[in-house]
């Protein structure tokens, strides 16, 4: 048996992969978190083979969520759902540690097949993120100016983007103001912005930030 904790802030999104993967046998639903603080509580106390993960959530990210999973060796496998589906973001995801990305909008037995791969222990990409990440590989350069920067600037910079203030991302990320301050100025200077408002503008054109956080920053 497959179990499975569904992480993601909107309920709607949360009941229609409940319905979709609890009418699949060998496959069970064990739990259900609305961010990504309670997510990872739930990931530590449940033990789940899969968490299917969005990557836009109040609390930690699903970039963070990813990150600690991997960081306290937890054995749960991480597959984000989002509705952005460019190269850059599944590349970092998958350098955080997940073991699956796929946009809200794929079928349903895209879902379920995702799911059983990745409890099986291999990886799953759809197949629209897949070409792209083989076209950028090919192409020789990235496609974006936010593949410049590390795992934890993309963190940083996620969190400036969607209106955080540095001592609350210092709190969150468990790091010094001070190392906060660095990472901010080190990836406004590799994305050529100087403030948060630019940040988020940015990062909604190229789809790494959805409407509504958009919207919320700007």
Same mark, same amino acid.
């Given at each position: 048996?497959?179990? @499975? !904790?569904? !992480?993601?802030?909107?309920?709607?999104?949360?009941?229609?992969?409940?319905?979709?993967?609890?009418?699949?046998?060998?496959?069970?639903?064990?739990?259900?978190?609305?961010?990504?603080?309670?997510?990872?509580?739930?990931?530590?106390?449940?033990?789940?083979?899969?968490?299917?993960?969005?990557?836009?959530?109040?609390?930690?990210?699903? @970039?963070?969520?990813?990150?600690?999973?991997?960081?306290?060796?937890?054995?749960?496998?991480?597959?984000?759902?989002? !509705?952005?589906?460019?190269?850059?973001?599944?590349?970092?995801?998958?350098?955080?540690?997940?073991?699956?990305?796929?946009?809200?909008?794929?079928?349903?037995?895209?879902?379920?097949?995702?799911?059983?791969?990745?409890?099986?222990?291999?990886?799953?990409?759809?197949?629209? !993120?897949?070409?792209?990440?083989?076209?950028?590989?090919?192409?020789?350069?990235?496609?974006?100016?936010?593949?410049?920067?590390?795992?934890?600037?993309?963190?940083?910079?996620?969190?400036?983007?969607?209106?955080?203030?540095?001592?609350? @991302?210092?709190?969150?990320?468990?790091?010094?103001?001070?190392?906060?301050?660095?990472?901010?100025?080190?990836?406004?200077?590799?994305?050529?912005?100087?403030?948060?408002?630019?940040?988020?503008?940015?990062?909604?054109?190229?789809?790494?930030?959805?409407?509504?956080?958009?919207?919320?920053?700007?």
């Amino acid at each position: 048996m497959i179990s @499975i !904790v569904l !992480v993601d802030d909107h309920e709607l999104v949360r009941t229609g992969f409940r319905m979709i993967l609890s009418q699949q046998p060998g496959i069970e639903i064990v739990g259900e978190a609305a961010d990504g603080e309670q997510g990872l509580a739930l990931i530590r106390r449940m033990k789940p083979d899969v968490a299917l993960v969005d990557v836009h959530m109040p609390q930690l990210s699903g @970039i963070e969520l990813t990150d600690r999973v991997r960081k306290h060796k937890l054995a749960t496998r991480i597959v984000i759902l989002t !509705v952005v589906n460019e190269a850059p973001f599944p590349r970092r995801l998958i350098e955080a540690g997940a073991s699956g990305y796929l946009t809200k909008g794929c079928a349903a037995d895209e879902l379920v097949r995702a799911v059983r791969q990745v409890a099986d222990g291999r990886r799953y990409l759809s197949p629209d !993120v897949a070409e792209l990440l083989a076209l950028g590989a090919l192409d020789g350069h990235p496609g974006s100016p936010f593949e410049a920067l590390s795992a934890r600037e993309l963190d940083v910079a996620m969190m400036l983007a969607q209106g955080q203030d540095m001592q609350r @991302i210092a709190k969150r990320l468990k790091l010094s103001a001070k190392t906060v301050a660095t990472y901010k100025y080190r990836l406004f200077d590799k994305l050529g912005v100087g403030n948060p408002v630019a940040l988020a503008h940015l990062a909604h054109l190229h789809g790494l930030l959805d409407d509504r956080a958009h919207a919320l920053a700007g």
